[in-house]
Every structure is written in structure tokens, then in C-alpha cells.
């Protein structure tokens, strides 16, 4: 890790954690950390000249096989440290990249991880060409040099398909979203960071059976369930977790995803209370500025504090007291998935929704109307697809 703040002095410990416990998702055995503080990054190796030394002993001594950085690299320096360490060099988004591939089962999925693997390697791989090559005739070009550029053209063409392929996904989710707002059904959308407890909350309240676990990704792909409570009928929509620190590249590749927050009617943010309070309160401020970066307004956010069968009485005080400064204007409630105890929250989606509710709607599409929509021809499977 390259630590650009020199006055950080627990920050970069809980982000080096956090990077730990992602690499040992991915599969890997972590033998070492290092640590650089400099304000300003290098541009050829991000790292000082004397710490690239010192990693390379450690390379050779500890016979690692790749190494991992919290910063993102560029092409460059991607390639220059590779070269000078003699092994795999990878930064966050590659390895947050190849934990999604791990738990990546659906179409859309494997269509959006593949984009942003192309993202990452196509200018890394223009760039290796470029060293190869440079000096080279520019006229009689070497077979090499052919090879080279029927690979890039082979590149640059799935990219474009890709990308068709998922603005096509996009169009569709667009309309499945603007036919639901037409009936007048609100949809209610779970976020947070991985293992916040989206998923156990999405099938307690809908009856389904999605996978939970305590890795990190499991769900990748957004979950849609239409339910109905006493008053009303909603869509619940279960959504890829956050992860400290998200690269923005990342969930500009995750377009689907995007789509599916800035669009919601309300957001429920998960926040989980297994962790310790320190924990609880940065990845609370981290989720709420994803969530403001990607464009959700604040006034459409509900904060749910999860897993609250965890806590007793006694921190079931503290705990809010703790957090007041960011719960500030929020709704906020306890929820627990495995004690299925949601009623507060039902209870503050509906009331939000009132409030919410625009009076220039047609009175049919209003979302709080005792669901005159019983019988609407446009509900969702868990999996987005029409029926
Ligand atoms: N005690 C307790 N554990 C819970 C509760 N909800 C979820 N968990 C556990 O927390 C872990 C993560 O739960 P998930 O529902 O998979 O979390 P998620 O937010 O969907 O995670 P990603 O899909 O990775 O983003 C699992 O081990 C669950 O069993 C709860 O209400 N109480
Ligand atoms: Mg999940």
C-alpha cells in the first residue's frame, strides 16, 4: 500500500484488512504486507525506488507469486513492476475482479465482469505492444508486429460487442422500470456493503431462497421479487454489495446495477452491527457516499441497522448514540433477517412513500393505493425477466 496521507494513522490499517481478507477470499495465502508513506505516487513504479528494492527481496524470499496493491495502478506501472518483481502484479480492482468471477453464475454477470476485465487490460496490453514494437520498420512490420495488431483488432471488436450487449440489457431494464413505475408498483431497493445482510433480509421478506453467505459478492446480479404487504403491493430488489473504498471504474462497469439504485423508489441501506463500532460507522459513511456519488438522493434513503438479533439491549442504545452524526435526518430502524423482524421498516418504506409521492401522478399509479394492481400483467421473476 502506497499511504498518501501521512497523518493516517488507523485508516490505512482497516483498508489493509479489508484487502487481507478479499485476497484470502480470492484464494490467495498472504505472506507479507508493506507499507509506503509518500504524499505523491511515483508515476513509474507508484512506489519510491528503494521500496521496490526491498519488495523484491521479499519476493524472492518469501518465492511470492503475485503482489497485491490497495492503490490502483496504471498500465504502466502495472508492467513496470511486473518486469522489476518478476511476478504477477495485481491492484484491488483486479482482485475485487477475480472474487466476482468466483461467484459469478448468470449471463449479465459474467457479460459485466468480462467488460471490466477489458476496461483494465486492453490499455496494458496496447502499451506492452508499443514497447515490443517501438524501432520497428514502419513500413515492411514484422509478423509480430501483425500479430499484434489482429489481437488488438480482435480486442477492440469484443469490447464494442460487450458493450452493445450490455447497453441492450440496459434499454430493456430501462423499460421493465419505466412499465413498473406505470403500475404504480414502488420499488424498493437493498444496499450496502457485501455481507451486510442484503440477501437473508430479500428472502425473508419476499419467501425466496437466494444464496447468503459470509463471502464477499455473493449476489452479483440484482434479485427481483414482487410482494405484497398489508397495504400494498412492492417489487424488493436485492443488489451487488459495496466494498470500502470502491473504484469508481468498477461500478461504471456494473451499469445494471447503477440502474437499479438511481431508479428506486426508496433505498434501504443495510448497515451491518457485526462489526466492531469503529467498522460499523466507516463502512456506513462509506455506503452513503457511494450512494450519494452515484446519484441517489438522500431523501429516498432508509437506513437499516442489520443482524440487530446480535446486539443486546444494552448496545441497542449505544449503538444509534454512536452513530448519530451520520444518522442525522435519516429514518433509520433495527432489522433482523434471521428473527424476521422487519415490521419497523415496512412501517417507514410506507410512511416514506407517502411522503414521497408526487401529487402530479394519475391517481391509478399512485404507489401508497390499497394495490388495485393485484392483477397487473408486468411482474418480474427473481431474475429481472418478464412474465
Ligand atoms: N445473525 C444474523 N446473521 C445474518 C443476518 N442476516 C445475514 N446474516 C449473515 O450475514 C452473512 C451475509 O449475509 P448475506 O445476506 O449473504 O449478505 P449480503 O449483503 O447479501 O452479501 P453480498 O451478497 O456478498 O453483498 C451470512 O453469513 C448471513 O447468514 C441476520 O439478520 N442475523
Ligand atoms: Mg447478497
Not at 119 to 124: Q, V
Not at 134 to 159: D, Q, T, V, W
Not at 176 to 199: C, F, S
Not at 237 to 242: A, K, L, M, Q
Request: charged content about 30%.
Amino acid at each position: 500500500m502506497l499511504k498518501t496521507n501521512p497523518h493516517d494513522h488507523t485508516l490505512f490499517k482497516i483498508y489493509l484488512d479489508e484487502l487481507e481478507r478479499l485476497s484470502v477470499s480470492a484464494g490467495f495465502h498472504v505472506v507479507d504486507r508493506i507499507i509506503q508513506t509518500r504524499i505523491k505516487p511515483k508515476t513509474n513504479f507508484l512506489i519510491g525506488s528503494g521500496k521496490v528494492k526491498e519488495l523484491k527481496e521479499l519476493v524472492k524470499a518469501k518465492n511470492v507469486d503475485y503482489v497485491i496493491f490497495y492503490n490502483s495502478l496504471s498500465s504502466k506501472q502495472k508492467l513496470s513492476l511486473s518486469i522489476e518483481l518478476e511476478c504477477e502484479v495485481i491492484d484491488r480492482y483486479e482482485l475485487t475482479l477475480m472474487i466476482f468471477e468466483k461467484s459469478a453464475q448468470d449471463i449479465v454477470s459474467k457479460l459485466q465482469i468480462e467488460y471490466a476485465w477489458l476496461r483494465k487490460l486492453a490499455p496494458l496490453f496496447k502499451l506492452e505492444a508499443s514497447i515490443k514494437y517501438k524501432g520497428e520498420h514502419p513500413f515492411f512490420r514484422s509478423m509480430g508486429e501483425y500479430a499484434f495488431h489482429r489481437k488488438l483488432n480482435i480486442i477492440k471488436r469484443k469490447e464494442k460487442a460487450i458493450k452493445l450487449s450490455i447497453e441492450k440489457l440496459v434499454w430493456e431494464r430501462r423499460r421493465q422500470i419505466d412499465e413498473r413505475k406505470k403500475h404504480g408498483i414502488p420499488t424498493i431497493v437493498l444496499a450496502g456493503m457485501y455481507n451486510a445482510g442484503k440477501t437473508a433480509l430479500f428472502n425473508a421478506i419476499c419467501g425466496c431462497n437466494k444464496p447468503v453467505s459470509d463471502s464477499p459478492f455473493t449476489t452479483l446480479s440484482s434479485k427481483y421479487q414482487l410482494t405484497e404487504t398489508e397495504s400494498q403491493k412492492m417489487f424488493f430488489v436485492d443488489t451487488i454489495g459495496f466494498v470500502i473504498d470502491l473504484d469508481p471504474m468498477l461500478i461504471e462497469s456494473f451499469k445494471l446495477n447503477l440502474l437499479d439504485l438511481k431508479s428506486a423508489d426508496m433505498v434501504v441501506l443495510l448497515v451491518a452491527l457485526d462489526d466492531p463500532l469503529e467498522i460499523i460507522k466507516l463502512k456506513f459513511k462509506e455506503a452513503i457516499r457511494i450512494l450519494r456519488n452515484i446519484g441517489v438522493e438522500e431523501k429516498r434513503i432508509v437506513i437499516a441497522l442489520s443482524k440487530a438479533d446480535l446486539v443486546d439491549e444494552e448496545k441497542r442504545t449505544a449503538i444509534p448514540l454512536y452513530l448519530t452524526p451520520l444518522l442525522g435526518e435519516f429514518e433509520w430502524c433495527f432489522v433482523s433477517a434471521k428473527e424476521k423482524d422487519y415490521s419497523s421498516l415496512f412501517s417507514i418504506i410506507t410512511k416514506k412513500l407517502q411522503e414521497l409521492s408526487r401529487p402530479q401522478s394519475p391517481p391509478q399509479m399512485h404507489p401508497c393505493l390499497p394495490s388495485g394492481v393485484s392483477s397487473s400483467p408486468l411482474i418480474m421473476n427473481t431474475e429481472g425477466s418478464l412474465y
